[in-house]
């Protein structure tokens, strides 16, 4: 199974995500990986991707996660899936990917990018994550209030997918 944790950059996709795969015992991967050198370059100048920046980052996480299906490695991945389009790629229309989205206001996720350091994505860009986002439908993901604790989010997601 590959469980996906969506959200808008500084919704605590990573912690949350690290958490529940801790959790459940599964491989933790970060879309953040998958970025190819000159997107995270763009991110660093506060310029926002495109679709044609995403797609081979797309197309990585895609082939990684054929992998893991195909080798039963249970993982989760921590990504952004902010298009419905990247979560049509992403999906790979088979009922063992699941999405969480963490859903949080411009202002709760504005507030934790300000304090977030060392990172390439910048409060500045939160702004064009939040219009590009095009949140998923409540068949398409679970959605999960991004405010609560990661302890809480990651046994919402355990009672929800009825798994562990």
């Not at 990573?14 to 995270?40: E, M, P």
Request: aromatic letters at 8%; a neutral charge.
């Amino acid at each position: 199974m590959i469980i996906i944790v969506m959200g808008v950059s500084g919704s605590g996709k990573s912690r949350v995500g690290q958490a529940l795969a801790q959790r459940l015992g599964w491989q933790f991967r970060d879309a953040d990986d998958f970025h190819t050198q000159a997107a995270k370059e763009k991110m660093k100048q506060a310029i926002p991707l495109n679709d044609q920046d995403r797609q081979p980052w797309l197309e990585a996480m895609r082939s990684a996660m054929d992998q893991w299906l195909i080798a039963g490695k249970n993982t989760v991945l921590a990504c952004s899936a902010l298009k419905s389009s990247y979560r049509q790629v992403l999906h790979l229309q088979d009922s063992r990917v699941q999405f969480i989205y963490l859903q949080g206001s411009f202002e709760l996720i504005y507030k934790r990018l300000k304090h977030r350091q060392n990172h390439f994505m910048k409060e500045s860009l939160l702004q064009s994550q939040f219009e590009t986002l095009e949140e998923p439908t409540p068949t398409e993901a679970i959605y999960i209030d991004a405010s609560h604790s990661p302890e809480v989010i990651v046994q919402s997601v355990i009672d929800k997918l009825d798994i562990a």
